[in-house]
């Protein structure tokens, strides 16, 4: 066996290994972030309050980075409607969901996107590359509709595999529009949950889900197939 045969395998485990660290950390994020809570949402809220008519701007990049160590988006939502109110809140979440998105999928692509190709292998990478240039997009859009998907480390991986900035930005734009409407809505009416707006809120909640369920099934299963008949020889 060659030297360069012999150091396919190792190689591979190098990337194994890089790609196993990243995940190792951002698992740790999220146990402080989510199970022990070492960051205070009342406070940021209350701080970022104090900044007057900057608020929604303060706001908007403090929740871009919140949510890129993966502090839960509904619930930074739902401060942003608390705020502002359903219609200014709206644009605030969205431009911390697209600030967010673009840091995670930026650190991704630094961190894992040569580790993530290595253990692909120069076919599936250029499959995934042709992918990419013809739905990158629109699996960006397709993963803010999935109902429960953690949106940070979506981006993290969706950068590792090399979708572009922008896509990452345009797509979060697009899919996660609904879902900043229905969380910054039940944010502004927290006090009033059977306000007619929260029921406007939890009905767009229910299409967007299903919506998101039907096309993530419907994604799964054509990528499967296109990789399969990738594989079978001419």
């Not at 889900?209 to 079978?232: K, L, M, T, Y």
């Amino acid at each position: 066996m060659s030297e360069t045969e012999d150091s396919v395998p190792e190689s591979r485990w190098r990337d194994g290994v890089r790609l196993g660290v990243f995940a190792a950390f951002l698992l740790g994020m999220f146990y402080l972030v989510a199970v022990v809570r070492v960051i205070d949402i009342e406070s940021v809220r209350s701080m970022v309050a104090a900044t007057g008519p900057a608020a929604p701007v303060v706001y908007a990049l403090t929740a871009a980075l919140l949510g890129a160590v993966l502090v839960p988006g509904p619930i930074l939502a739902a401060g942003s409607g608390l705020l502002f109110g359903p219609l200014v809140g709206t644009f605030v979440t969205l431009g911390a969901t697209v600030g967010s998105a673009v840091v995670c999928g930026f650190v991704g692509r630094r961190a894992g996107r040569r580790s993530a190709r290595g253990l692909l292998g120069a076919a599936r990478t250029d499959r995934l590359d042709a992918q990419i240039a013809r739905r990158g997009l629109w699996a960006v859009v397709g993963q803010r509709f999935i109902p429960g998907a953690p949106d940070a480390l979506a981006s993290y991986t969706f950068g590792a595999l090399g979708i572009p900035l922008w896509q990452l930005a345009a797509g979060a734009f697009i899919g996660s529009a609904p879902r900043a409407f229905v969380y910054t809505a039940l944010g502004s009416s927290i006090g009033d949950l059977s306000a007619p707006l929260a029921y406007a809120a939890i009905t767009v909640w229910c299409v967007v889900a299903i919506i998101g369920a039907f096309a993530a099934h419907r994604g799964v299963r054509n990528w499967r197939r296109r990789d399969a008949e990738a594989d079978v020889p001419s």
